[in-house]
């Protein structure tokens, strides 16, 4: 960033609290009123930058969380109002039961020790996937940190643990479908505002942008529905390295696109 911040009132905040305030920096090549609302984010590329290091895979955990927050911060210094990441799929049960164990101990930690920082920045969490078979003190350290951070007004962080993008829409649809045989709703009633509103992410607007880093090409089954219209931005970038320059860049990438909808 070689031009000075320039600090802008950014619109798209409905209401900050005097403690995180409606005066945000913003690097001066971007445009305020343009801003992404919400993006979502594929973390990946932890387990190679380990690798590049000669660490162990966790290494690039931890440094991939460290990453997470200070994303996080910016979002809410920019002025962007959702951040939704994908932080464990359901195909992640796969790998080694040590990686697994650290990361489900990693998160815990993570609402945990983050709380009171979460608390003090306005931030409203939520977790979307099927908690059912999450370690019960992660269960816990997750309905705590919901629970306590759920009348915030600043940044919607959501992150997915054990989620599918699939299994939520065939979970939307049983529901849907149960609703129908018991004759509270007809067939032709079903329509795309009624799908959304079944999905776990139904208050949140769908994402304007999709990072995903480490250079790979793949949606991984992350938010099917829900980035019908987002805008995909990939980097070459692995995790732990994605900065405040790189958020950055990947802003720069999405004001230059010139989004249609589907139409001309
Ligand atoms: C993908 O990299 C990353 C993950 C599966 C875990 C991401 C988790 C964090 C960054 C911690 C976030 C914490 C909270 C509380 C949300 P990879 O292991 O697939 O990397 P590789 O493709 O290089 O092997």
């Known amino acids: 960033m070689n031009s000075p911040p320039l600090t802008i009132h950014n619109p798209l905040i409905p209401q900050m609290t005097?403690?995180?305030?409606?005066?945000?920096?913003?690097?001066?090549?971007?445009?305020?009123?343009?801003?992404?609302?919400?993006?979502?984010?594929i973390m990946d590329g932890n387990g190679r930058w380990a690798k590049?290091?000669?660490?162990?895979?966790?290494?690039g955990h931890r440094r991939g969380a460290d990453a997470l927050r200070d994303l996080l911060r910016c979002c809410k210094d920019w002025g962007i109002s959702a951040l939704t990441v994908y932080a464990f799929?359901?195909?992640n049960w796969g790998r080694s039961i040590e990686e697994?164990?650290?990361?489900?101990?990693?998160?815990e930690n993570l609402f945990q020790a983050e709380l009171k920082e979460m608390i003090a920045e306005e931030v409203k969490l939520a977790v979307v996937g099927n908690l059912d078979n999450v370690p019960s003190s992660l269960y816990s350290a997750i309905d705590r940190a919901r629970t306590a951070t759920q009348?915030?007004?600043?940044?919607?962080?959501?992150?997915?643990?054990?989620?599918?993008?699939?299994?939520e829409i065939v979970r939307a649809c049983q529901t849907i479908a149960n609703q129908v045989?018991?004759?509270?709703?007809?067939?032709?009633?079903?329509?795309?505002?009624?799908?959304?509103?079944?999905?776990?992410t139904a208050d949140l607007p769908d994402p304007d942008l999709l990072i995903r880093t480490s250079g790979e090409m793949r949606i991984s089954n992350f938010l099917l529905w829900q980035?019908?219209?987002?805008?995909?931005?990939?980097?070459?970038?692995?995790?732990?390295?994605?900065?405040?320059?790189?958020?950055?860049?990947?802003?720069?990438?999405?004001?230059?696109?010139?989004r249609r909808f589907g139409k001309v």
Not at 52 to 59: D, L, T, V
Not at 181 to 195: A, P, R
């Open 227 to 258: 980035l019908a219209y987002a805008e995909f931005y990939v980097t070459d970038t692995l995790w732990p390295d994605f900065d405040r320059r790189a958020f950055h860049q990947a802003l720069l990438n999405y004001q230059q696109r010139h």
């Open 151 to 167: 009348s915030n007004h600043g940044v919607r962080f959501t992150v997915a643990i054990n989620y599918g993008g699939r299994q």
């Open 18 to 41: 005097p403690k995180t305030t409606s005066l945000i920096e913003l690097p001066a090549d971007l445009d305020g009123t343009r801003l992404p609302q919400h993006v979502a984010v």
């Open 181 to 200: 045989q018991q004759g509270l709703i007809k067939s032709t009633d079903i329509d795309e505002s009624m799908l959304s509103q079944h999905l776990h």
């Open 100 to 107: 697994v164990d650290f990361l489900m101990t990693l998160f």
């Open 89 to 91: 799929s359901t195909e």
């Open 52 to 59: 590049q290091r000669g660490f162990p895979r966790i290494m």
